[in-house]
């Protein structure tokens, strides 16, 4: 189920976040202060429209918000914050991270080595899409001359990316690494049919499968029930034959017709025709 979402947090006074109340998004940057959601406190949830952009939202919910708060974007499963200013909504990175256990990476990773690249790379930014983090890495001597790289929370590679950065090539790329299957999904679909298809014939008993298989059309109606049962020599009902009708001779037709005109004109029928009738009448 895909959801579209959004929440506002709010900076809370009792911890060191509250050095960010009410400072806009370029005072931030100029102080170097870290905006994590440790700082804030949650105020309040709401539904997003799947076209709805954070500038869409922040206006529809402007009187219920304050500089410094952070609106954070659940669109489909893809994580983003952006801090509010005075002006517009500002995205940011590293107001949520997912801490999973084992992670060799982090917003603050310098000097990393990837297998197959050479140098040393350093985070410069991460998304959360359907709860895994991915991150963004730039290398630390060429930056914006090389590619970037993206990686999982464990160092798995992902992708290569331009200096776009997390667009929504890069995006595209990450939801396949994540759901393998919707890139090739007629393929995926084709083995998951068969699978279905095996797993029904082995939850049948050896009896159903020896006793079906001669009977059934395929492996997808062994299924414990013959429906598709050959009948019985006794079952099937063969139609009757009729007896063809005797076939009138010709010939015989032709001599009858020779005498019935002889007769008819008074002239006396030819032996040989009065014996080739007797002949016939003694056949019958």
């Not at 160092?155 to 919707?182: C, L, M, N, S, W």
């Not at 010939?251 to 009065?274: C, D, F, M, T, W």
């Amino acid at each position: 189920m895909n959801i579209n979402q959004f929440a506002l947090y709010r900076v809370n006074k009792m911890t060191a976040g509250r050095k960010l109340w009410h400072l806009s998004y370029n005072e931030v940057r100029e102080k170097n202060l870290a905006v994590r959601v440790e700082f804030y406190r949650h105020m309040m949830v709401g539904e997003m429209k799947p076209d709805e952009t954070a500038n869409d939202i922040w206006k529809r919910i402007r009187y219920k918000t304050e500089v410094s708060d952070v609106l954070v974007l659940n669109h489909e499963g893809e994580i983003s914050c952006f801090y509010l200013s005075d002006d517009h909504p500002r995205r940011i990175s590293g107001f949520i991270s997912m801490g999973t256990t084992g992670s060799v990476l982090s917003v603050d990773t310098r000097d990393y080595m990837i297998d197959g690249y050479s140098g040393n790379w350093r985070v410069t930014d991460y998304i959360i899409i359907d709860g895994k983090q991915f991150y963004l890495l730039e290398h630390q001597e060429f930056r914006e001359q090389a590619a970037r790289i993206i990686l999982d929370s464990y160092g798995k590679y992902v992708a290569e990316t331009g200096i776009g950065g997390f667009d929504e090539t890069a995006k595209q790329k990450i939801r396949e690494y994540i759901h393998p299957e919707d890139k090739y999904p007629e393929r995926m679909k084709q083995l998951q049919t068969k699978m279905e298809l095996y797993q029904k014939y082995f939850q049948n008993g050896m009896y159903e499968r020896s006793h079906e298989s001669g009977t059934e059309a395929n492996y997808d109606m062994v299924d414990g029930q013959v429906n598709n049962q050959k009948k019985g020599a006794e079952q099937i009902q063969y139609p009757v034959a009729k007896r063809p009708k005797k076939r009138t001779s010709v010939i015989k037709k032709l001599h009858e017709k020779q005498i019935a005109i002889a007769r008819r004109s008074g002239k006396p029928v030819p032996r040989y025709l009065e014996q080739q009738m007797v002949q016939e009448r003694s056949r019958k």
